[in-house]
């Protein structure tokens, strides 16, 4: 099948078919009865939606992409860096070899972990149906747990991101029961940008898979806290204790909301200082 082919069927078929590729998420939902579909368009052999490839000032990941094409990108940029990391964190090396970063962003629940990661790296997806394409950042995206603003017609085709500078730094870190084959219980994402005298910085994004809702979200308050600050261990404390005003998170049968706040805060500091480590060695 072409990507013209499943454009088209999709396009006559929109209310009941739904595109799958590694079918990690997807298909073990289909069997506990939490999806129901009439028809699945397999897109797995697209090889044209798989890449990894600067262009254009941007990096621009192709949705077939597999978690373990990621960790193969073995570089020492930020943003080389923190794909990697998360994807070394991603589920089993058999699963790596099949989930897609399309699929991990469509799933769009707290427990995908590239999300946070593309959010404080700036991305925009872009989206592709046989009448056109669309491109919207990826915040917008996600409109909640377990929904995109894709439509029925629609396949996520690309997710890009600006490429950072030298001056910048990223982290992810995760926790979850055990070491391997897990779903994050909290993961936090960060992105430090400071000046060519590295003192100040003059970007910050930060990310967690929940922050006030079920899906991931930037921390915009914490955000606005580091900007333009030095970067030392003060300037650490204050925007830890400012994430933990602005969380707001509830209890499930996995975590107390107690738990999964100090938590977050444990590992936004590791974030933050494993940025700091990073720039003031380069």
Not at 9 to 18: A, H, I, K, R, V
Not at 162 to 184: D, V
Not at 237 to 242: D, E, H, I, L, P
Request: glycine share 4%; proline share 4%; net charge neutral.
């Amino acid at each position: 099948m072409s990507l013209d082919d499943a454009l088209s069927y999709l396009e006559q078929n929109p209310s009941d078919t739904l595109p799958i590729a590694g079918s990690t998420d997807l298909l073990p939902r289909i069997k506990r009865k939490q999806v129901s579909v009439g028809n699945l368009v397999d897109l797995s052999g697209l090889s044209e939606l798989r890449y990894v490839k600067p262009e254009d000032d941007k990096i621009r990941i192709g949705a077939l992409t597999t978690i373990a094409d990621l960790e193969a990108q073995l570089n020492d940029t930020a943003w080389g860096k923190i794909l990697n990391d998360a994807a070394r964190k991603f589920g089993s090396p058999n699963i790596r070899t099949v989930a897609t970063v399309g699929g991990n962003i469509c799933a769009a629940s707290s427990s995908e972990d590239l999300i946070p990661v593309f959010l404080v790296l700036d991305a925009s997806v872009r989206t592709i149906r046989k009448s056109g394409t669309r491109e919207m950042p990826l915040q917008e995206f996600l409109v909640e747990k377990r929904k995109t603003a894709l439509y029925g017609d629609e396949i996520l085709a690309e997710v890009s991101f600006p490429e950072p500078s030298a001056h910048s730094a990223c982290s992810f870190q995760k926790l979850g029961m055990r070491n391997t084959l897990i779903l994050a219980l909290v993961s936090v994402a960060a992105f430090l940008e400071t000046d060519e005298t590295r003192s100040k910085i003059t970007c910050a994004r930060v990310a967690l898979n929940r922050l006030k809702r079920k899906i991931p979200q930037r921390a915009e308050r914490v955000e606005k806290e580091l900007l333009g600050q030095k970067l030392d261990e003060a300037t650490i404390n204050s925007a830890v204790k400012r994430l933990g005003d602005e969380l707001a998170l509830t209890s499930d049968y996995r975590a107390s909301a107690d738990y999964r706040c100090e938590a977050a805060k444990v590992l936004f500091r590791r974030a933050l200082m494993d940025c700091w480590d990073s720039i003031a060695r380069k």
